[in-house]
């Protein structure tokens, strides 16, 4: 039945608790507007989960997601949500969205809502790699290797990219010139010249990949 907020009335009786009082309270739990039942409320307090004698965070149930506010480490009341699978997300932190351990699914990111970014446009991979061609550190590479004189192969982690649609911008250490060579979604080189010889030299060298996905 629809929801009606004027029922039951002042003078419903209990006997008929079955056909007026119940399917209202059902209306109410159950509010869908795919059925023309909705609630309309200005706010929804949420209160501290922590201060009840039960867990902190609500059991899981199947088919249903939970919001609700609890304390963080610090003593905060923050809000969290929790899946149908027991999945736990801390919402909110100290008066910002998220917190500094969740990880957010997005496909783009808009600022001043005007300029809108997606995964192109961000950096892919990077590294710093030493002149012998060993990887000192970076992120997105399964392994760099020298193969020449300044010649090197940077190997990217398996499905880090996804096209050759990206670019890549390396600089050596002194002032000798890079560029890159071939280049697929697995690896790419790069090559080291002296800029005054015009010969491949090996030099420790830093590289950015930007786009690719």
């Known amino acids: ?21 119940r ?5 109410i739990e159950l509010a869908d507007e795919d059925t023309g039942i909705k609630l309309n409320v200005r706010s929804v ?15 899981t149930v199947a088919g249903t997601h939970f919001i609700y506010s609890k304390q963080d480490g610090g003593g905060i009341q923050e809000l969290y949500s ?11 932190s100290a008066g910002k969205i998220g917190n500094t351990t969740s990880n957010y699914v997005i496909d783009t990111i808009s600022f001043d809502g005007t300029r809108t970014y997606n995964e192109n446009n961000i950096v892919t991979a990077w590294g710093y790699v030493n002149s012998a061609g060993v990887l000192q550190y970076g992120d997105g590479v399964a392994s760099t290797a020298r193969t020449a004189q300044g010649n090197y192969t940077i190997d990217f982690t398996a499905g880090r990219l996804t096209t050759t649609d990206y670019a890549i911008v390396a ?20 090559t080291v010249r002296t800029v005054n010889s015009g010969s491949n030299v090996d030099r ?3 590289f950015i990949v930007v786009g690719g996905q």
């Not at 039945?1 to 009082?21: A, F, N, Q, S, Y």
């Not at 399917?23 to 209306?27: E, I, N």
């Not at 600089?171 to 790069?190: H, L």
């Open 1 to 21: 039945m629809t929801w009606d907020k004027t029922l039951p009335g002042d003078h419903v009786k209990l006997r008929e608790i079955g056909t007026t009082i």
């Open 82 to 92: 929790r899946d149908s699978a027991g999945n736990i997300l801390q919402l909110t």
């Open 204 to 206: 420790a060298f830093f």
């Open 23 to 27: 399917p209202h309270w059902d209306a």
């Open 45 to 59: 307090q949420f209160c501290d989960r922590c201060v009840i004698a039960t867990a902190d965070d609500p059991t």
């Open 171 to 190: 600089m050596a250490e002194i002032a000798d010139a890079t560029w890159m060579g071939t280049k697929t979604v697995a690896q790419c080189t790069i």
